[in-house]
């Protein structure tokens, strides 16, 4: 297993944050919206007031113009949002449970299955953290090409791993390459759990983290709970923070909340903001967007007290 040595030196560099992955439309009952994880915590960034880039790909049609003047008018970069010439940008079915709990229908062979890393040009020497996650992995193609890529990253650069896991990408292979290259993990109780399973292993909770940490070298690891709340593993300290009550009448839907948490992860770590206040930020503001429909809300008070 390879040592990642000196990457914890996050206040010696400029915060420039890579997110690589899929942007696409969410079609939810209420019409159609931006979307897609990584194009989600990229813009909670952006508004957090922590610069970032996306790394994607979207169509040379309507919805692709549309997304790129989306991320224009949230203040986003689109100079590594790629236009490809022979498949559709990226979109996904979703439905809505009574307890607004969002299920996925994933569209395949689309724009962001095709990111092309070799014509990437970025000077990752002022890059503190890359965050990456499973779904642009559903391909051998971006399977190989994302793993290439993380392999190639300089030794300070904090390697983010946000599973965030959806049919097509829960594969074995992806889920273990991507824990190998993982200083930070964000995991909810489903996904550990679907973990444990991949690995044949009977350990559960706070045993199957440390074993997860030591096995993959893996400094730190968010657990996130639902309406339990969330933990933080950091090292050998384990920090707990109870989820924000909510009355189920509140929820319009849990649509991007934990895309919410994965920013205020990032924001907190590369900010160096204590580990039970990060947890209660970040419980937060994914309480906040349990509020709203969707995963872009339309108002930036959304943030107040979470910067």
Not at 7 to 16: A, E, Y
Not at 109 to 119: E, G, L, P, R
Not at 212 to 236: R, W
Request: with cysteine; hydrophobic share 40%.
């Amino acid at each position: 297993m390879q040592e990642r040595a000196g990457r914890w030196r996050w206040k010696d560099l400029i915060p420039m944050i890579l997110v690589i992955g899929e942007i696409l439309i969410d079609e939810l009952p209420e019409g159609r919206r931006p979307g897609g994880a990584p194009f989600n915590v990229a813009q909670h960034l952006a508004r957090l007031g922590t610069e970032s880039f996306l790394l994607s790909r979207v169509g040379c049609d309507e919805t692709g113009d549309h997304l790129l003047a989306t991320m224009r008018q949230l203040g986003l970069r689109t100079g590594l949002v790629q236009r490809d010439p022979e498949h559709e940008t990226g979109r996904v079915q979703v439905k809505v449970s009574g307890h607004g709990i969002p299920s996925y229908t994933m569209i395949d062979n689309v724009a962001y299955d095709y990111i092309d890393f070799q014509s990437l040009e970025m000077d990752l020497a002022s890059c503190p953290m890359v965050c990456f996650g499973s779904l642009i992995q559903r391909t051998e193609f971006g399977f190989r090409q994302l793993q290439a890529f993380l392999s190639r990253l300089p030794p300070h650069v904090l390697r983010l791993y946000d599973m965030n896991l959806r049919p097509d990408c829960d594969q074995a292979d992806v889920v273990f390459q991507s824990l190998e290259k993982t200083d930070v993990l964000k995991v909810n109780d489903e996904e550990l759990e679907h973990t444990s399973r991949l690995l044949g292993s009977p350990l559960k909770g706070d045993a199957l983290v440390h074993h997860l940490m030591q096995h993959f070298n893996i400094q730190t690891v968010a657990l996130t709970l639902g309406e339990a709340g969330s933990v933080l593993y950091v090292a050998d300290n384990k920090y707990e923070v109870p989820a924000t009550p909510l009355n189920p009448d509140e929820i319009a839907d849990t649509v991007g909340a934990g895309d919410s948490f994965t920013a205020v992860l990032v924001h907190g770590i590369i900010h160096g903001i204590a580990p039970n206040e990060l947890l209660e930020r970040a419980n937060r503001l994914a309480g906040r967007m349990c509020m709203v429909h969707g995963a872009v809300p339309a108002e930036d008070s959304i943030y107040n007290d979470i910067k």
